[in-house]
């Protein structure tokens, strides 16, 4: 039997937050991908809903069918200020205690926290919201400076684009990194964006221009299999050691040397997805110097080793 994913709608939503659950969710890719897609329904206490913007949506599917989904998707409030319906907090929180996973986009936070789901947890929201969501919620650890929140059962986004990378997440922790990133490839974005990844947000000392970091991540990618350091990147930058550390955490709440890690243990995902090579070879094709180091690492990031990861996600060739 599918997965089921409901998306709670509620009016007032902005059609973007709607529009991406329906999207990377909603489509049947089952054919293209080569597995079992999930069972989409768009949930609501009312058979159709006036969302923003003049936007009317038909929700065939009522909160009971809500509480029986194994995962939730709570979309974008109209604002955080706008009221929430008691009947639509009721199911969230039932469809938790039943067991189901509980996502939200943006505003949508402000639902997972009525239900009691964010008490004692972080979270996030759009960092324009961030703090009326902690004033009224002070058991949640909000942080207003990521792009999302996994605490496993309960996830939290911020608004707008960062409902893509949230969608992209579950997908890999459903199905793994092969799919998240050929889904992202469908829909033309990254195939993934790291959840401490710092939002769009001002920052105190305003960025050069032409400071992004992408083209040096770029050349870092293609060269994962050999020894890079944090010196290596700061001479293809043309910067020092210490400026480049300050442009990894402003744009990736993180330091380079991490973001090195990651992207070798997400090239690591891949190979044991979409080859048969043993554990050393692609140690070496991701730059770890030895399995173990590989064996170390991937556990950490990923939370099993990798032949279990191998078993679980690799694709039949």
Known sequence: ????????????????????????????????????????????????????????????????????????????????????????????????????????????????????????????????????????????????????????????????AAALDLCLHIVRRDHGAAVAAAIARRVVVPPHREGGQAQYVDLPVAAAPGDGLAPLLDWARERLSGPLSVEDLARRAGTSSRTLLRRFRAALAMTPQRWLTLERVRRAQALLETTAAPVETVARECGFATAAALREHFTREVGVPPHAYRRAFARAS
Do not use: K, Q
């Open 1 to 160: 039997m599918a997965h089921t994913v409901a998306l709670l709608v509620l009016p007032g939503t902005p059609p973007f937050e709607l529009a991406v659950p329906f999207e990377v969710f909603g489509r049947d890719r089952s054919a293209h991908l080569g597995v079992e897609w999930y069972d989409f329904r768009p949930c609501s206490p009312d058979p159709r809903v006036e969302a923003g913007f003049g936007f009317s949506v038909a929700t065939p599917y009522g909160l009971d069918d809500l509480v029986a989904a194994d995962t939730v998707i709570v979309a974008a409030c109209e604002s955080a200020a706008a009221p929430i319906p008691a009947s639509a907090v009721e199911a969230v929180r039932r469809a938790h205690e039943r067991g189901a996973r509980v996502a939200s986009i943006c505003t949508g936070a402000f639902v997972l926290a009525e239900a009691g789901l964010l008490d004692g947890r972080r979270a996030t929201a759009h960092w324009l919201n961030a703090a009326e969501l902690a004033r009224r919620h002070p058991r949640v650890r909000v942080d207003p400076s990521v792009l999302y929140v996994d605490e496993g059962d309960v996830l939290t986004s911020a608004g707008s």
